[in-house]
């Protein structure tokens, strides 16, 4: 009995310190749980919708979901090369249509969408992806989110007004002269609550160019253009927000161009339920990324400004999925 009270005198407390150490550790576990948790909560609504004024933003469709997105840009509001009675009687530009563009964007993941759209200008439909890389965290160890764009362009136009600059045509015909490519990064922050920047370094593709000559430099136009661009939006309220998006042109040719302007653009955002509404300003006529950064002779400087609208609405398509 002796030995076996000794025994309990020595096994008793000895659990009892294990048990502590025990406790202490499944506390650490908890603390690590509860730490790694943190640092996978993501920040959400960096922007409103999946493009602002000219430039897409790193948001995608959400999963089974479809977005119908229709841009409607008029001609400018003013133009100091014109008296103002001749831009009265185009109604401030809201009688000429500039460009039109409509589309559709399905959310294949989370993280992966695909659309195609339309536009007027060059008669052009587009084929696109959008794919998340990163997202940024709410502790900003991820300080930012990383999302790929990418855009493959025909031109339905004539051949007539596919070549109509060409001085002399002494080549084949050909259907891949119709395909323009455009593919970019897209980094973005969201600073605070109200604050989210972005900004965009871009490459451009066209497969057919009529080669001219920028007649301050001497340089020639080319195939292949780096573009840089940034995009801010600030939030007023829970529902309206302003924003800004400027790309500039890296390719020699486009320096000090006197024909060749930089897309700008300003403007408001409206959310109402499943609508949002997009205001905005810009010197650029053309909407598609295939299109206005070559096509850019408007300035801000010179008041050649376009009002445009875009109203988007989304569908949800998973009760159909589940059917």
């Not at 408001?268 to 070559?294: D, K, Q």
Request: net charge positive; glycine share 4%.
């Amino acid at each position: 009995m002796a030995c076996l009270s000794k025994f309990f005198l020595f096994f008793i407390p000895l659990l009892g310190f294990q048990y502590l150490i025990a406790q202490d550790d499944l506390l650490n576990v908890i603390s690590q749980d509860s730490t790694q948790k943190k640092e996978k909560e993501y920040v959400s609504a960096t922007w409103k919708s999946v493009r602002l004024g000219n430039t897409q933003t790193t948001e995608t469709v959400k999963k089974n979901h479809l977005e119908y997105r229709i841009l409607h840009r008029f001609g400018n509001l003013a133009n100091s090369n014109l008296t103002f009675n001749q831009v009265a009687h185009t109604f401030f530009g809201l009688d000429n249509a500039s460009d039109i563009r409509f589309s559709f964007d399905y959310g294949i993941t989370e993280k992966l969408s695909v659309g195609v759209g339309r536009s007027r200008i060059m008669e052009l439909f587009d084929f696109s992806a959008k794919y998340t890389v990163l997202r940024q965290t709410k502790d900003f160890k991820m300080p930012v989110t990383v999302t790929i764009f990418t855009t493959l362009g025909y031109s339905g136009v004539s051949t007539s007004r596919l070549y109509a600059e060409v001085p002399n045509k002494d080549f084949d015909t050909r259907e891949s002269h119709r395909l323009s490519y455009f593919t970019q990064a897209l980094v973005a922050s969201k600073i605070n609550k109200r604050l989210s920047v972005q900004l965009m370094p871009s490459w451009f593709h066209r497969n057919f160019i009529v080669q001219q000559q920028n007649p301050n430099n001497k340089k020639f136009d080319g195939n292949n253009y780096l573009i840089l661009g940034a995009a801010a939006r600030f939030k007023l309220t829970d529902r309206i927000t302003v924003f800004s998006d400027y790309f500039y042109s890296l390719h020699p040719f486009y320096q000090n161009h006197p024909n060749r302007k930089n897309p700008l653009s300003m403007g408001f955002e409206i959310e109402t339920g499943g609508h949002v509404f997009t205001l905005n300003f810009a010197n650029n006529p053309a909407i598609s990324e295939l299109n206005y950064f070559t096509t850019t002779q408007d300035s801000w400087a010179k008041s050649q400004i376009k009002f445009s609208f875009c109203i988007s609405r989304t569908f949800s398509l998973e009760k159909f999925q589940k059917q």
